[in-house]
């Protein structure tokens, strides 16, 4: 470590001090303005040395710095870790190169270095061999750079890290400080290494402190023409034709409304300055965002340029290993192919590009609100039932369609205490707030920001102007505001953007290239087609719930529901015009079916709210914002939407940090009533966590445990329970699912009437298991798919039913409102498979036409179920050869042979028929002249 020595000595003593002590040891010395010298002092080894070096091909901003270090540590030698620009070389004269003192590194002794002081760069990957000293006992580390933090940085004894236009400037502040004069060609050496570092003060990393020092080194002698000489060159005839390449080979996409050109390029040998062909091209064709992937030998570069705030070219580059600034970047790439990375930069810049932040796009609509005439008490229901902590106050709140004029806004704080003061039955006019900011729908969020953060408003209404009056749009709340802060990194200073920031579990991110690997062509173009036709009704429409978890889980899912901010039943009706398909609409709840020509079905919603008015009751149903349609589902893993519409496709709008419970394999609720508002959500829960082999937290855990422990078990009944049920026996295994439930305690409030302590014991193990072979047998059978149609369901509850009293499954039916068609299937479906089953009890050696007449009224859940709750296996075995062998067996002969024998139509057609097939089963004919035979042996003798 170093030892710090604070002497109140002029610099001219310190710099004779220093003079006398450097042959012996090794001091690095600062002299700020008032003259104080701080002397940082390490003794060293006698023969120990300093090293100055940059990064792997160098730049003139690199070579500048190198040379300003050494003016602070006389004794060091320069050294390039790699390769330097080809100009550098027509800079680096023999007469500079002699001057100066540059070492090659195969000539040294990297075990004797004990100072490292690297400039521009502190990653370490990026010394390529001198990555070897790091390691040597009490090496010091001092760092001049200034670039951005990126992990995997070094750290070092000192550090001088300022978030300026170039390290050349940074040295120029320390020199200036210190008071250190510079030659002409020191001075020309750093203007060089600024002006190329900051496109000559045009990139947007540019400081004041740059231009300062661009003004201090003018003093110092800089000569302008030769920083012209090599900063603004023409380009030579082998590079013309390589930019002629670079255009010929780039591509444009348009990701986020933002467009980005890539450029890929093999070359056979390595190319000097390449990134000013880059740079070139962007100025000529006037692009916002340039990468270009060059492959130079068997090394690969990727040279970034962004003159945009939506792309940060720095944070692009370090995911690659790289680094730079916002504006400019590049990276080597090791272990890919060119294609390979292209591939990756895709997905990377469809992570992280977002579109402008504007009001409009992130603001919650239609808004909840109130008239100034209700009370205090009537605003704290409101702000109960739909969990919002402000209410704006309109002028007209009769019509939900209708505009409304802005007047004020009550809080829930200023609610909460009116009703301890007794003024609970107060209008809310009396004491809601008036003078409020509002914004108009294209503010930025710089705007939004400063409202919210430096005025502290909670509430931020968006307003648009019609006849001089302030019309409510929708709110920006503050949650929503730290969300696009905290998640959104392109949009966070680039003192703050680091790699580990970039998007792994943000709150939006673009899945379009997921969507494209996971989904057909066809699904592509259909979502593509919902959108463009919500843009065109100015709606907005998200694929929303399933659709979107089982996307990020990389499942397709062809099941899709759409919501609709706006009207869903006019989006469905103006999207079944133009596919000319069928809409079926739902008036009560904003809901559509569409049914397309192909037979999908799409499911349109208008983005709805829902509140309950008491535990397990049905919910009351209003049109919302999309925050809040996601806000009422069931878990956070199904709280996810993706945009539609053409602006923002495939954009994953996430408020809960559901990708993170995703990414978790975890089930979350969304609040700590929802299994008491709906007690369903239970089974829900139980059957996500079974099918996705997920796990429900603690705490979700906990509130399943306490629903059930209110008893709320006695509404555990009607058609909205015995739908989850029914989704939990279709699943594939659902026993482990009715573990689950029997671990909430909630069988004994399922099945009341079958024991009353019901368990899964031995029996109900083995009753369940025989319906699982039983369904895998008929699922493995090689049947048409017409007669494969099976409802497994039914199997595995009549199975839990097997030997259960006559009358329990009537009440089950009763108690949870099964459809009279469904109840009346069920309950002929267990009568006939046990009358069935008693009769072959005992009857181990039936024909082949007694086991045809027994089953033949039996479907497939029927036969199933007879498999299920037979005791024999003889029984087994005749249900198996029924349906592989028998079932489909028909007569030989039909009507118009009986007909052709001259016999007259009636119920002996049918009866001479039925002796056919038993006979043909039994094996006593096989062909159409035997039964034809058998047919004029019966009709004589009944003659």
């Avoid at 890929?264 to 740079?279: G, W």
């Avoid at 609709?564 to 609409?585: H, P, S, Y």
């Avoid at 049920?725 to 482990?736: C, G, V």
Wanted: proline fraction near 4%; charged fraction near 25%; glycine fraction near 4%.
């Amino acid at each position: 470590m170093f030892h710090w020595f604070y002497l109140s000595r002029k610099r001219d003593d310190c710099l004779a001090n220093y003079q006398k002590s450097a042959a012996k040891s090794q001091e690095y010395y600062q002299i700020p303005a008032d003259g104080v010298f701080t002397l940082f002092t390490k003794s060293c080894t006698v023969g120990g040395m300093d090293i100055i070096t940059t990064h792997l091909n160098a730049d003139f901003d690199g070579l500048a710095s190198m040379i300003a270090a050494r003016k602070l540590y006389p004794g060091a030698v320069l050294v390039f870790a790699g390769s330097a620009e080809r100009r550098l070389g027509e800079f680096l004269s023999a007469d500079l190169r002699n001057l100066y003192d540059f070492q090659k590194l195969k000539n040294l002794d990297l075990t004797a270095v004990c100072r490292l002081i690297v400039v521009d760069t502190r990653q370490p990957d990026r010394l390529d061999r001198l990555q070897d000293c790091l390691g040597n006992p009490g090496l010091e580390i001092h760092l001049y750079d200034h670039h951005p933090d990126a992990p995997g940085d070094l750290h070092g004894n000192v550090e001088r890290v300022e978030l300026v236009g170039s390290t050349a400037t940074l040295f120029a502040r320390i020199f200036q400080e210190q008071q250190i004069s510079l030659t002409s060609d020191e001075a020309t050496l750093m203007s060089i290494g600024i002006h190329e570092d900051t496109g000559s003060f045009l990139y947007s990393g540019t400081t004041p402190a740059d231009l300062q020092a661009a003004a201090w080194l003018l003093e110092q002698g800089a000569k302008l023409d030769v920083v012209n000489h090599f900063v603004s060159h023409d380009l030579s005839a082998p590079q013309v034709s390589l930019l002629s390449q670079l255009l010929k080979n780039s591509a444009v996409y348009t990701i986020q409304s933002v467009q980005v050109t890539i450029s890929r390029l093999t070359l056979p040998d390595y190319a000097d300055d390449f990134s000013a062909l880059v740079r070139r091209m962007m100025v000529m064709e006037n692009l916002d965002a340039v990468f270009a992937l060059v492959c130079m030998g068997e090394r690969l570069y990727l040279i970034c340029r962004s003159r945009i705030p939506e792309i940060n070219a720095g944070a692009v580059a370090r995911f690659f290993g790289g680094g730079g600034h916002a504006s400019a970047a590049s990276a080597a790439i090791a272990n890919k192919t060119i294609f390979e990375a292209e591939e990756e930069l895709l997905h990377l810049l469809y992570r992280c590009i977002r579109p402008k932040a504007l009001a409009r796009e992130i603001m919650s609509a239609p808004v909840i609100t109130a008239t100034p005439e209700i009370s205090h008490s009537e605003a704290s229901e409101l702000l109960t039932r739909y969990n919002i902590t402000g209410l704006p106050i309109v002028s007209d709140n009769s019509d939900r369609k209708k505009p409304k004029g802005l007047l004020g806004l009550i809080s829930r704080r200023v609610v909460e205490k009116a009703i301890a003061h007794q003024l609970g039955a107060m209008p809310v006019s009396d004491y809601m707030s008036t003078e409020i900011e509002t914004l108009p729908e294209t503010a930025t969020q710089a705007d939004i920001q400063e409202l919210i953060i430096e005025h502290h408003q909670r509430l931020l209404p968006i307003v648009r102007q019609e006849n001089g009056e302030d019309i409510l749009v929708g709110v920006i709340t503050r949650t929503d505001l730290l969300n696009l802060l905290v998640h959104d990194p392109a949009r966070q200073p680039r003192s703050l953007l680091r790699q580990d920031e970039l998007p792994s579990a943000e709150r939006s991110r673009n899945i379009t290239r997921l969507m494209i690997d996971t989904l057909g062509k066809e699904i592509i173009l259909l979502l593509r087609e919902i959108g463009e036709i919500a843009q065109e009704v100015e709606m907005r429409a998200y694929a929303v719930g399933g659709f979107a978890r089982d996307l990020l889980l990389q499942t397709c899912n062809l099941d899709l529901d759409i919501v609709v901010e706006g009207d869903g039943i006019l989006f469905a009706q103006a999207f079944a015009a133009k596919k000319k398909a069928a809409v079926r609409t739902h008036e009560k709840f904003a809901t559509a079916t569409i049914l397309l020509a192909d037979g999908m079905r799409l499911d349109v919603a208008t983005a709805r709210l829902e509140y309950y008015a008491s535990p397990a009751a049905l919910p009351i149903v209003e049109k919302s914002s999309l925050k809040l349609d996601l806000f009422r589902r069931d878990f956070t893993v199904n709280a996810m939407a993706v945009h539609l519409n053409p602006d923002r496709f495939g954009l994953l709008v996430d408020y809960f940090s559901s990708q993170n419970d995703l990414k978790e394999r975890q089930l979350r609720v969304l609040h700590n009533l929802s299994f008491v508002e709906d007690p369903t959500r239970i089974f829900r829960a139980v059957r996500f966590e079974q099918r996705l082999d997920f796990r429900i937290t603690k705490h979700s855990e906990k509130l399943i445990r306490n629903a059930v422990q209110m008893h709320l078990g006695k509404t555990f009944t009607g058609l909205r329970f015995f739908n989850e049920l029914k989704l939990i026996f279709s699943e594939d295994t659902p026993l482990a699912a009715l573990r689950r439930l029997e671990g909430f305690g909630l069988f004994p409030l399922l099945w009341p009437d079958l024991r009353p302590n019901l368990k899964i014991d031995r029996r109900f193990i083995h009753v369940m298991t025989q319906a699982e072979k039983a369904i895998s047998w008929f699922r493995l059978l090689y049947l048409p798919e017409a007669e494969k149609q099976c409802e497994c369901w039914s199997v595995r509850l009549l199975a839990l039913f097997s030997r259960s009293r006559e009358l329990e499954l009537p009440r089950f039916c009763d108690r949870f409102e099964v459809p009279p068609k469904q109840r009346k299937f069920l309950i002929e479906r267990k009568s006939k498979a046990e009358r069935i089953a008693a009769t072959m009890q005992c009857r181990p050696f039936l024909k082949a036409s007694e086991i045809y007449w027994l089953l033949r009224d039996l479907d497939n859940e029927g036969l199933l179920c007879l498999m299920v709750i037979a005791r024999k296996k003889h029984i087994q075995q005749a249900v198996s050869r029924y349906v592989t062998n028998l079932r489909d067996i028909r007569p030989l002969i039909n009507g118009q042979d009986l007909l052709e024998l001259g016999l007259q139509p009636g119920a002996v057609f049918r009866t001479l028929l039925n002796q056919i097939i038993e006979a043909q089963l039994n094996g006593e004919i096989s062909s159409k002249e035997e039964a034809l035979a058998l047919v004029q042996k019966l009709h004589s003798e009944e003659c």
